[in-house]
């Protein structure tokens, strides 16, 4: 008995993280909640429906389309979001990425497969470090497409039109091919509709879009159980732009010079770390993994000589 108190104690940081992202889902998709409990949650709506997280503007259960969306989305309508850009900004210089460790409800389901019991891997550092640019050449097609069309906007209307067209769903929800929210709660769902509809998998195979959708995130799921947040680490553009930014956040994580004993005695920072982070190849005053930290803590709870801090300032 002693022994499951002491374990409980020592992992108390991440049962309480996972209480906090159960409550953040549920309230984020408050839908949930209305269908068990028979109660009317609309106002949460106006609440919830710009937290960075959010992805999808098409998810039925999150009606929100989030931050980074709303950025995209009025570039590409020839508006520069000057407050919602500093909105994002401020929230990252003062939370660092603390919504993506515990308020993201997509990370909250990569770390649901993740806590299936299997033995964890890790990928060569060289092929981690080449993945990870993934999501930023995402952000940056995005822009090469969005900034030109805002332009087009407002320079030849008619081109714009055209422009627009060709575009289809990319110009009115830029990150709804690249948000694994929109797979989950939308993509997949209607696709499994339609395949019980026509009795048949013909809608899979209806174009070479869906077909290769279909299977791509459904093999980022699979692969979510072996390899933690692996959508997060490699794929996620919002979390390309609060990387860029979280560097410079007031809220960081660092590391006693005196306590910490380094790679060869210990590692076990590294070990457990589930974004794959070079923590001690870190400056000891502050780390953020290059800005891929979620502060999710799980090295300061596992760190036998308690030698990591987390500190705003």
């Avoid at 982070?277 to 979620?294: A, Q, W, Y």
Wanted: glycine share 6%; with cysteine; aromatic share 16%.
């Amino acid at each position: 008995m002693n022994i499951k108190i002491s374990r409980l104690k020592n992992r108390s940081i991440t049962i309480f993280r996972h209480i906090v992202q159960i409550i953040a889902f549920l309230l984020i998709n408050y839908i949930i909640l209305e269908v068990i409990f028979s109660i009317n949650l609309l106002r949460l709506e106006e609440i919830l429906k710009f937290l960075p997280v959010l992805n999808s503007p098409r998810n039925p259960i999150s009606t929100g389309a989030g931050i980074l969306e709303y950025i995209f989305f009025f570039l590409a309508e020839g508006i520069f979001p000057f407050l919602l850009l500093g909105i994002l900004i401020l929230i990252t210089l003062f939370t660092n990425r603390f919504f993506c460790g515990w308020i993201c409800p997509i990370g909250t389901i990569q770390d649901a497969c993740s806590a299936v019991p299997t033995k964890k891997r890790t990928i060569k550092i060289d092929t981690h470090n080449s993945l990870l640019r993934i999501k930023y050449l995402i952000v940056i097609f995005m822009l090469l497409i969005l900034l030109p069309l805002g332009i087009s906007r407002l320079t030849n209307y008619s081109f714009y039109l055209q422009f627009k067209e060709n575009l289809g769903d990319l110009s009115n929800k830029p990150l709804g091919y690249f948000s694994l929210s929109e797979y989950i709660f939308v993509f997949l769902p209607n696709m499994i509709k339609d395949i019980f509809t026509y009795g048949s998998l013909a809608p899979l195979f209806a174009t070479l879009l869906s077909f290769f959708i279909f299977f791509f995130y459904l093999i980022l799921i699979i692969f979510s159980i072996w390899y933690p947040r692996v959508y997060c680490r490699y794929f996620c553009p919002f979390g390309a732009v609060a990387s860029t930014i979280s560097e410079y956040s007031f809220l960081k994580l660092s590391r006693s010079p005196v306590r910490c004993v380094g790679r060869s005695d210990c590692g076990i920072c590294e070990k457990v770390c589930p974004k794959q982070i070079r923590i001690l190849d870190e400056p000891f005053e502050f780390f953020t993994g290059k800005g891929e930290c979620n502060l999710c803590l799980k090295c300061k709870e596992e760190c036998p000589y308690k030698a990591i801090t987390l500190k705003f300032g």
